[in-house]
């Protein structure tokens, strides 16, 4: 019983997951050497502490009381949780969690295995971007080849942009060429054209120029802060 005993101990110090036993009532009571890889947490650092230690503000509360009533009706909980590193830094982890009995049937300890899964989620995010991009990219390529009213096209332009950059102002500027002036023809939130320019834009007396040495049409966005056309990192150029 002792050989096995020190064989499942050296398993748990040498495996690759992060391992967390805490008592019935949540109480940290060990912890391996990969779980410190992972938070950056001692075992003196944590042992008779709670879990939510490591709780970021990313999952709702609801969904850990779910996983506590699971677990201390006997069943097991599986998962992905964003926690918080010793540093501050978030990080994703995939974790089954499950309680260990007595003798008697009683749960007296519950054991987490824990698998960092941060790389993972960080290229799904990337390839969900992509595919996104590229979603806009064929959404765009349909509009421009159908014939649309002005409205229709600079509605879809105001959404697709508002939802990948979410700026606090958005606004299309777009050039007149017969008479050689600019016109505003979307705003969001919707304001007085009057009001946008005097108190969010300062346009300089260069703007035609670069207009016209560009494209057609602009849409400039920005957080909540006054830009001139010479900040050019904050305009995107679209062709119509």
């Given at each position: 019983?002792?050989?096995?005993?020190?064989?499942?101990?050296?398993?748990?110090?040498?495996?690759?997951?992060?391992?967390?036993?805490?008592?019935?009532?949540?109480?940290?009571?060990?912890?391996?050497?990969?779980?410190?890889?992972?938070?950056?947490?001692?075992?003196?650092?944590?042992?008779?502490?709670?879990?939510?230690?490591?709780?970021?503000?990313?999952?709702?509360?609801?969904?850990?009381?779910?996983?506590?009533?699971?677990?201390?009706?006997?069943?097991?909980?599986?998962?992905?949780?964003?926690?918080?590193?010793?540093?501050?830094?978030?990080?994703?982890?995939?974790?089954?969690?499950?309680?260990?009995?007595?003798?008697?049937?009683?749960?007296?300890?519950?054991?987490?295995?824990?698998?960092?899964?941060?790389?993972?989620?960080?290229?799904?995010?990337?390839?969900?971007?992509?595919?996104?991009?590229?979603?806009?990219?064929?959404?765009?390529?349909t509009i421009m080849n159908d014939e649309v009213h002005e409205e229709t096209l600079l509605r879809h332009m105001s959404s697709a942009i508002q939802e990948h950059f979410n700026p606090d102002i958005m606004a299309i500027i777009m050039l007149d060429r017969e008479r050689n002036m600019l016109y505003v023809p979307l705003i969001e939130p919707s304001m007085p054209v009057s009001e946008f320019i005097k108190n969010e834009v300062i346009l300089d007396p260069?703007?035609?120029?670069?207009?016209?040495?560009?494209?057609?049409?602009?849409?400039?966005?920005?957080?909540?802060?006054?830009?001139?056309?010479?900040?050019?990192?904050?305009?995107?150029?679209?062709?119509?």
């Amino acid at each position: 019983m002792e050989d096995e005993l020190r064989k499942l101990s050296h398993a748990i110090e040498q495996s690759p997951s992060a391992v967390m036993i805490t008592n019935s009532k949540g109480s940290i009571e060990y912890v391996n050497p990969k779980f410190t890889q992972v938070t950056g947490y001692t075992p003196e650092e944590v042992l008779g502490k709670n879990p939510r230690i490591l709780k970021s503000d990313t999952i709702p509360s609801e969904e850990y009381r779910q996983l506590w009533e699971t677990i201390t009706s006997g069943g097991e909980w599986r998962g992905e949780f964003c926690n918080k590193r010793k540093d501050g830094g978030c990080y994703w982890e995939y974790a089954s969690i499950s309680g260990v009995r007595n003798h008697k049937g009683d749960i007296t300890h519950f054991i987490a295995v824990k698998e960092d899964i941060t790389e993972r989620k960080r290229a799904e995010d990337e390839r969900n971007k992509h595919i996104k991009e590229l979603e806009n990219l064929m959404s765009y390529s349909t509009i421009m080849n159908d014939e649309v009213h002005e409205e229709t096209l600079l509605r879809h332009m105001s959404s697709a942009i508002q939802e990948h950059f979410n700026p606090d102002i958005m606004a299309i500027i777009m050039l007149d060429r017969e008479r050689n002036m600019l016109y505003v023809p979307l705003i969001e939130p919707s304001m007085p054209v009057s009001e946008f320019i005097k108190n969010e834009v300062i346009l300089d007396p260069l703007l035609c120029n670069v207009i016209k040495t560009r494209r057609e049409c602009i849409v400039m966005i920005w957080r909540g802060k006054t830009n001139t056309v010479g900040n050019c990192n904050n305009w995107l150029r679209f062709a119509v």
